[in-house]
């Protein structure tokens, strides 16, 4: 038979291991940041518009957009191939694009892409210019302008139906 004193320190031993268990065995290891570049950011929907000074992080799986005002996080934005969390609260990409555009017209466009400066929906109707390139799309009410030069990123959506407005622009800081 076990003495009381025994039991007691089992007892610790056991909580306190359990605890460090749930500390430690489900934390999230940090992303490793590959890149980080200040912009000037231009973020314009329905709900948002916001003018000023941003960041844009690259990491292994994921590229986000942090748009800071007076030191105070407003928007995070980060885009993965399958989902896009805005300020932590993940979305489908579909479902986000809807959300932001109002219909299903651009749902397959990646913003990750668009936030590294790449080609977008598959080098659609891309044409090459000396210090970058324009995409130019037409879909059903939705016209879509993709514009990347050296030291700019630019994409503007516009339906005609709906009057919905979405502009990105992103600018080097000068």
């Given amino acids: 038979m ?3 004193l025994n039991r007691r320190t089992i007892l610790k031993l056991a909580f306190l291991s359990l605890s460090l268990f749930t500390i ?9 940041l590959q890149n980080s570049a200040s912009k000037t950011i231009f973020f314009s929907t329905k709900d948002f518009r916001f003018y000023d000074l941003g960041f844009i992080k690259t990491y292994p799986n994921s590229t986000a957009l942090e748009i800071f005002n007076v030191g105070t996080l407003l928007l995070q934005m980060e885009c993965f191939k399958d989902k896009i969390c805005l300020n932590q609260t993940c ?4 479902s986000f694009m809807r959300r932001i555009f109002g219909e299903d017209t651009f749902k397959d466009l990646d913003l990750r892409a668009v936030l590294l400066g790449d080609e977008i929906l598959l080098g ?9 390139f324009t995409q130019n799309i037409r879909r059903g009410n939705s016209t879509l302008h993709y514009q990347v030069s ?5 994409l ?3 339906n005609t139906q709906s009057k919905t407005k979405f502009a990105l622009e992103i600018n080097a800081i000068p």
């Fill in 156 to 158: 503007h959506i516009h």
């Fill in 91 to 94: 979305y489908a990409k579909d």
């Fill in 24 to 32: 430690f065995g489900c934390a999230k290891t940090p992303q490793k």
């Fill in 124 to 132: 659609a109707n891309k044409q090459t210019n000396s210090n970058g």
């Fill in 150 to 154: 050296t030291d700019s990123i630019t």
């Fill in 2 to 4: 076990v003495s009381y």
